[in-house]
């Protein structure tokens, strides 16, 4: 699977748009763009996915450049609780079975 | 979302001891499950792939008597720590892919083993 490269750490103001870039330049035609979150002593949550299209559920959303070699989650309203690492992670086929490879991640600081 | 649950969340031992995780799929049934260990300060690393019915695929580097995997039934496995040292110390964390839907895994709480 394709490495992601993410920055180790960013603050956001409550209430305001967190964005969250990612880049994955050596990305493959059948590799999705996976985000989790995980909050302090929690295990790992599911945000949203993507292949190439953006994509927007209720808790985020995904856009990616038309190239695919990097992307942003976006969390429209930042709080509180949505401090926590967000990890973006890019798997082969878009299965669920397949293994997830995590990196670094980004550790999100919301302050009031 | 799907539920997955483990227990203990946390537990206490004794070097030399044996600890037993256990990871439940408390609404589908799933025939493959994964288990990852997360030190402080650091991202999770899968250890093996629980698979019902068969024997677990181990990472490498992670040695397959010291930590015994056995996937029961189609909502349950568990991660054995053998012979636990403080090295082991650390938290683990099981997921369980959902294939329908969303298609994406979901992760248990964590069981955090201290190793004394």
């Known amino acids: 699977d394709a490495k992601t490269t993410q920055p180790p750490s960013m603050d956001c103001a409550e209430g305001r748009a967190a964005n969250l870039p990612c880049n994955h330049s050596t990305i493959s035609g059948n590799e999705y763009v996976y985000w989790y979150r995980q909050i302090h002593s929690q295990g790992p949550q599911y945000i949203i996915h993507?292949?190439?299209n953006n994509e927007t559920n209720e808790m985020a959303s995904l856009i990616i450049t038309e190239d695919r070699k990097s992307s942003t989650l976006i969390l429209p309203h930042a709080t509180l609780r949505d401090t926590a690492v967000y990890y973006c992670?890019?798997?082969?086929?878009?299965?669920?079975?397949?293994?997830?490879?995590f990196g670094g991640g980004t550790r999100l600081m919301v302050k009031p | 979302g799907a539920v997955v649950s483990q227990h203990p969340s946390w537990v206490i031992c004794k070097s030399g001891t044996s600890v037993k995780i256990e990871c439940r799929s408390l609404d589908f049934q799933a025939t493959t499950m994964f288990w990852y260990r997360q030190f402080p300060k650091q991202s999770l690393m899968l250890m093996a792939t629980s698979n019902e019915g068969s024997k677990a695929t181990y990472e490498q580097g992670v040695e397959k008597d010291k930590f015994l995997i056995n996937h029961a039934s189609l909502t349950l496995s568990t991660l054995t720590v053998t012979s636990a040292h403080p090295e082991d110390s650390s938290f683990y964390i099981c997921s369980v892919p959902l294939l329908a839907g969303v298609n994406e895994q979901f992760f248990g709480p964590g069981t955090r083993l201290t190793v004394l």
């Open positions: 992670i890019v798997r082969s086929g878009g299965n669920a079975g397949n293994m997830l490879t």
């Open positions: 993507g292949l190439k």
